[in-house]
Each structure stands twice: as structure tokens, then as C-alpha cells.
């Protein structure tokens, strides 16, 4: 079997402090915006029987306190869904009110070793005062890791990191790690997860994201990495994800493409099982996975689809 892990990274957004929007309107619509954040999603993995990863970011309780944090897990743990840890820097240092003129830097590979781990300890405990159990999986914000990043994490005691993705090599993905590497490695002392890539054309890598695939393009991945027997299976979606930029209605291509996920995986269980990082699976590491191919006609559809999102989905009222 392919065990897939099916993480949503799930964070308060930095667009909506910067608006200066109230806290609670900033929970809502980085949460659940337009009903099909977080709570939707739990729905559809529950209504499937799917498990899931939600990478949480608890910087934002350097301005708001681990209660804001603690509105965020809630759900998600009385769901029964695993929390590990996410974490984007640029809270560090923030205030409320303040239209994010104060941050910290924006990208985790910025700062030396002894300021990361520094920042993961805080963030980790953080995540704990909110009631989660201890994290052993983390993600950068926006992929954000390097060789120092995975030092740090082991010296906390991790076991996985999923910061590794190919598209976004070497920066601000820059682990000493081929683009290309998709299936589980260890690491300097953890297993890396990387996202799954497929080639979009050939020498140029897409990662597995709701808002980056197509249905087609996810389906075709999914089988691939079950025909070849990969590994594993890294997927990557975002608690805002499924609506508008806004947070205030919902994008119809991208609400579709997450259900259908949903029902492709939930088909698939019998070689493709969702999986916990909590459970520590049993992972074939060091294997030469190979991202899925190039099809010119696939990928066509996919831009075309691409268009219409942004064009008119993005701008629903």
C-alpha cells in the first residue's frame, strides 16, 4: 500500500490583519470562510472516512494569546483529525491594529539555526498550552525550510518534516534534497515527506495542491503513485483554500476538485490509505519515486480551468 497523507495547513492570514480586520472577522473568514473552511472540510473527510493532517499555526498568539490558537484546534481535535505544527515567522513581532507595518520576517529560512529553533520551541508549546498533543510532524509556511530548519526540528525531538517541495526549489523550499525527490528520505535525522510533484511539461514541476491540480490531474497522480508503487503520497490544501481570496464566498472550481478528492481517495483506501503522522506508519524510505509525467492535453485543460477560476470563480459574489 501507498499510505497518503492529506494535510491541510491552517493558519490565520496575514492579508486579513493587514485589512485590519476585527480578530473574530479574521478567524472566520482564514477558518471558515464562506462555510468551506476548516469545519466543511472535517465534514467531507468524516462523511469519507479519510484521515488528515492539519498543520496549525499558533504564531499568531505573540498577538492575540493561545485563546485565538485554541479557537482554531478546537474543532479539529473534537473531530478526532491529528494537529502538527506549521509556523510562518512574520508574527513574530507583530501587533494588532497596526495594518502589519510590525512583523517579523516572512520566510523561516531567513533567520539563523539558534533564532528557527527558538521560534519552533515557542511555537510547539504553544500549541500544547491549546490543548494538542505534543507535534512530531512540521511544515514551514510556504515551504520555508532549509538543512538548519531540520536540525533544529531534531533537536526538539521531531520525527517528520514536509517542507520539501519541488516546485518551490531551492527557494524558499531549500533542503539539500533533489527538486524531484518525492518519496519519503531520512534526512539529517528525520524522515522528509516531501510534497508530491507531477511535471506539468517536461522539466517543470506542479505540486499536489487543490487549488494547483485538476481533478483530472489529481486522479492521474493518485493512480500513478498506486501503479508504481511509491512510497507515499504527500497532498497539500489550506483551511482557506476552497473560497475566495476575500474569504467571503466560495470558489466553485475548487470546492469541486476537494470533493472529488475526497471520493477518489475514499475509493482508492484499499491502496491508498490516508494516514496520521501521530501513527507513525510504517514508511519504504529511500526509494526513486518519479513524479507523474507530462501530458500536453491534461495540462491545457488544467489552465483553461485555471482561467475560468480566477476569472470568475475567484470573483463570485
Known amino acids: 500500500m501507498t499510505p497518503v497523507f492529506l494535510t491541510v495547513d491552517t493558519e490565520l492570514m496575514w492579508r486579513h490583519h493587514a485589512a485590519r480586520l476585527p480578530l473574530a472577522e479574521q478567524v472566520a473568514r482564514s477558518i471558515d470562510p464562506a462555510g468551506v473552511?476548516?469545519?466543511?472540510?472535517?465534514?467531507?473527510?468524516?462523511?469519507?472516512?479519510?484521515?488528515?493532517?492539519?498543520f496549525v499555526d499558533p504564531m499568531p498568539a505573540a498577538v492575540h494569546s493561545v485563546d485565538v490558537v485554541k479557537r482554531i484546534v478546537d474543532p479539529i481535535l473534537v473531530a478526532g483529525q491529528?494537529?502538527?505544527?506549521?509556523?510562518?515567522p512574520n508574527w513574530q513581532g507583530a501587533a494588532a491594529g497596526d495594518g502589519g507595518a510590525a512583523h517579523g520576517v516572512f520566510e523561516l529560512v531567513d533567520l539563523p539555526r539558534p533564532e528557527q529553533q527558538a521560534l519552533l520551541a515557542q511555537a510547539a508549546e504553544w500549541l500544547?498550552?491549546?490543548?494538542?498533543?505534543?507535534?512530531?510532524?512540521?511544515?514551514?509556511?510556504?515551504?520555508?525550510?532549509?538543512?538548519?530548519?531540520?536540525?533544529?526540528?531534531?533537536?526538539?525531538?521531531?520525527?517528520?518534516?514536509?517542507?520539501?517541495?519541488?516546485?518551490?526549489?531551492?527557494?524558499?523550499s531549500g533542503l539539500s534534497l533533489s527538486a524531484t525527490q518525492i518519496a519519503p528520505v531520512s534526512h539529517r535525522g528525520l524522515i522528509e515527506c516531501p510534497v508530491t510533484l507531477i511535471e506539468e511539461a517536461p522539466g517543470r514541476l506542479r505540486h499536489f495542491q487543490i487549488c494547483a491540480l485538476s481533478v483530472a490531474e489529481m486522479r492521474a497522480a493518485l493512480d500513478h503513485a498506486a501503479a508504481a508503487d511509491h512510497a507515499a503520497v504527500t497532498i497539500v490544501s489550506h483551511g482557506f483554500e476552497l473560497a475566495t481570496r476575500s474569504g467571503t464566498s466560495a470558489n466553485a472550481v475548487h470546492v469541486r476538485r476537494f470533493e472529488a478528492l475526497c471520493a477518489m481517495l475514499a475509493e482508492r483506501r484499499a491502496v491508498l490509505p490516508t494516514a496520521w503522522y501521530r501513527d507513525r506508519p510504517a514508511l519504504r524510505l529511500e526509494q526513486n519515486d518519479r513524479p507523474l509525467g507530462a501530458d500536453r492535453l491534461r495540462t491545457a485543460r488544467r489552465r483553461a480551468e485555471q482561467l475560468w477560476s480566477n476569472l470568475v470563480a475567484e470573483r463570485a459574489a
Open 128 to 172: 500544547v498550552a491549546a490543548g494538542c498533543e505534543a507535534p512530531v510532524a512540521f511544515r514551514a509556511g510556504s515551504y520555508a525550510a532549509n538543512d538548519d530548519t531540520i536540525d533544529a526540528l531534531a533537536a526538539l525531538g521531531f520525527t517528520y518534516d514536509s517542507s520539501h517541495n519541488g516546485s518551490a526549489h531551492p527557494w524558499p
Open 82 to 88: 491529528e494537529v502538527q505544527l506549521h509556523l510562518h
Open 37 to 54: 473552511g476548516v469545519g466543511y472540510q472535517l465534514r467531507m473527510l468524516a462523511e469519507h472516512g479519510l484521515k488528515a493532517c492539519f
